[in-house]
C-alpha cells in the first residue's frame, strides 16, 4: 500500500505527450511575426521549460530576434484554444495512474506549465480527477527548478516531503 506516500508528476513530457500541440503554437506565434515554422525535434528538450523558453529558442536557432512578450501572449492564446488537439497521456500512464489511485497514493501534478493551462489540458484528457492537487508555474511565488513549487504542490495534496517522490523528465524535476 501507498497510504501515506504522495507521488508528483511534471506534466509535459512525462504523463503526456504535449509536444505536438506545444510545436503548433509556436509555430502558429513565428507565424505571426513572418517567422519559419521549426520542426518538433527542434523544440522538443525546451518543452518543460515553459513558452517563452521554448519562443527564445526558437528565435536563437533561427538567429533572430523579435519581441518575445508579444509572441509569448501570441503563443498561449493559440495553445488554450488547441490544447488538446494532438497531446494524448503516454502508453501505460493512465493505467499507472489508476494503480497508484488504487493502492493509495496521493497524487498531484508540478509542473512549469500555467496552473490554468494544467487543468484545461488534464480535463480534456480527462485526467483531472487522478489529482489532488495541481501546481502550476504560477500558483506559488517560485517555480521549478526551486524546491519550493515541489514542496507546495506536496503541502497542497495534503504529503508530506518525507513520503514523497518526484517523477519528471528533464533536470529541472530534479
Do not use: W
Not at 493502492?103 to 480527462?126: D, V
Amino acid at each position: 500500500m501507498l497510504k501515506h506516500t504522495t507521488i508528483v508528476f511534471d506534466l509535459d513530457g512525462t504523463l503526456v505527450d504535449t509536444a505536438p500541440d506545444l510545436t503548433h503554437a509556436l509555430n502558429h506565434a513565428l507565424g505571426q511575426r513572418g517567422h519559419a515554422p521549426v520542426t518538433l525535434e527542434a523544440i522538443r528538450a525546451t518543452v518543460g521549460r515553459g513558452a517563452r523558453a521554448m519562443i527564445e529558442e526558437a528565435l536563437r536557432v533561427a538567429g533572430i530576434s523579435d519581441d518575445v512578450d508579444r509572441m509569448t501572449a501570441d503563443f498561449l492564446l493559440h495553445y488554450e484554444r488547441n490544447i488538446a488537439e494532438e497531446s494524448r497521456p503516454y502508453p501505460g500512464a493512465v493505467a499507472a495512474l489508476e494503480r497508484l489511485a488504487a493502492s493509495g497514493a496521493r497524487l498531484a501534478i508540478c509542473t512549469n506549465k500555467r496552473e490554468q493551462l494544467s487543468r484545461k489540458l488534464l480535463q480534456a484528457l480527462e485526467l483531472e480527477a487522478f489529482f489532488h492537487a495541481i501546481a502550476g508555474r504560477d500558483t506559488f511565488a517560485v517555480s521549478k527548478p526551486d524546491p519550493g513549487h515541489l514542496t507546495g504542490a506536496i503541502a497542497l495534496a495534503g504529503g508530506n516531503p518525507a513520503n514523497a517522490v518526484m517523477v519528471g523528465d528533464s533536470v529541472t524535476d530534479m
